[in-house]
């Protein structure tokens, strides 16, 4: 074992209890690494040692963090959210596991059920995080006591509506969801990757109640208490990869991989031009006008490529994007039909969606991009 700190080569104890000496590992060496509840309380017991106890934390879809924390600090004293990335990603592999009937979807094969079923998913994750993020938009100005009871309040029948839905009932819909209404402007909510609103053919009353027991995971009331602040892991996802561009897994940096860590923090704390600037003092090397510029330059790039890929039109051209290469591959291996019916050899899907007033030129759904 080399050390991280002198880059000698030691011997690590054994004795997974006793790391004293001139080893500088804190775990043995056969120790698992995926712990994440204990690394929490490491962090708690840090933060505590500080004075800074949090009132709120916002994980991923670990369940033992969860149990840490509470027992930790206390079911009165912190709140727990979920990461809603995380949770839509379990969500859509549920979804994609459920064993419907074989009637559910109008397809032949077991291959044409499973391909249908994937775009199930996707369509229903999009609706159920659409449905959040409009009733969290429509109560941001309330503080957050009100802002919970609210949220909570307006979608406790959303279920139920995205359940009618489903089976083209959309008299539940004025009241329990904010996409889909048909009375307003943009009238009923449509599926997006499902060829075709036939797709879905019947549902019994198993497959039903196999869809409320999802919807219910997703967007019920329990689910809501843990996503109506809309907070998320993403900061800590962008720190990981800042820390992998300093640190790869490629190499071993055994002499100073605790200063690549540091720098990344630097540079995430700091910015790139005032970070490099403030390490290249540091070793007095003297920077001058041009490459001054160069630096203000390089940041400025940088700032702008973050807000770009942060705004609504590049999220709609990246999801336009998905949608043409996944519908331009059906189409390949002859998995739908073409707009020309010269083309269509078989009447298995009727594409209408371009004649659908919900539906732009490209049959895009308009629902499809919240």
Not at 117 to 144: H, M, P, Q, V, W
Request: proline share 2%.
């Amino acid at each position: 074992m080399i050390s991280a700190k002198t880059g000698q080569t030691i011997k690590c104890c054994t004795d997974k209890k006793n790391h004293d000496g001139q080893c500088s590992a804190n775990l043995p060496s056969d120790a698992p690494i995926g712990r994440e509840a204990e690394y929490v309380l490491r962090a708690a017991e840090s933060l505590r040692k500080q004075g800074a106890d949090p009132t709120s934390v916002t994980k991923d879809g670990d369940a033992a963090v969860r149990k840490a924390l509470l027992k930790f600090y206390g079911e009165e004293n912190i709140e727990i959210f979920n990461d809603e990335h995380h949770l839509n990603g379990c969500f859509k592999k549920k979804v994609k596991t459920t064993n419907f009937t074989n009637t559910m979807f109008n397809v032949r094969t077991k291959r044409q059920k499973q391909i249908e079923l994937n775009n199930f998913a996707e369509d229903l994750a999009s609706r159920c995080y659409g449905e959040i993020k409009s009733a969290r938009k429509e109560f941001k100005t309330l503080k957050a006591c009100l802002r919970k009871n609210q949220v909570l309040k307006s979608l406790s029948m959303t279920p139920k509506a995205i359940l009618s839905c489903i089976k083209g009932n959309h008299s539940n819909c004025t009241a329990g969801s904010f996409l889909c209404n048909p009375e307003a402007e943009g009238g009923s909510w449509k599926f997006t990757f499902l060829e075709s609103r036939n797709s879905i053919v019947n549902l019994d009353p198993s497959d039903e109640k196999k869809i409320e027991t999802l919807l219910t995971m997703r967007i019920g009331q329990n689910a809501l208490r843990t996503l109506w602040r809309g907070t998320s892991t993403q900061i800590n996802e962008a720190f990981n990869r800042k820390i992998r561009k300093h640190l790869p897994k490629s190499t071993n940096f055994t002499r100073n991989c605790t200063g690549r860590v540091k720098s990344a923090a630097f540079h995430q704390n700091e910015g790139y031009f005032n970070a490099t600037k403030s390490l290249h003092r540091a070793i007095g090397f003297r920077i001058c006008k041009k490459v001054d510029i160069k630096l203000a330059r390089e940041e400025a790039r940088q700032k702008y490529q973050q807000r770009y890929q942060r705004a609504t039109s590049s999220k709609t051209k990246r999801f336009q994007r998905k949608f043409f290469k996944y519908r331009t591959h059906r189409m390949k291996n002859g998995l739908i039909q073409t707009n020309n019916p010269a083309d269509n050899e078989s009447d298995d899907y009727d594409d209408d969606d371009d004649d659908d007033n919900n539906h732009d030129s490209t049959g895009y759904s308009k629902h499809a991009h919240l």
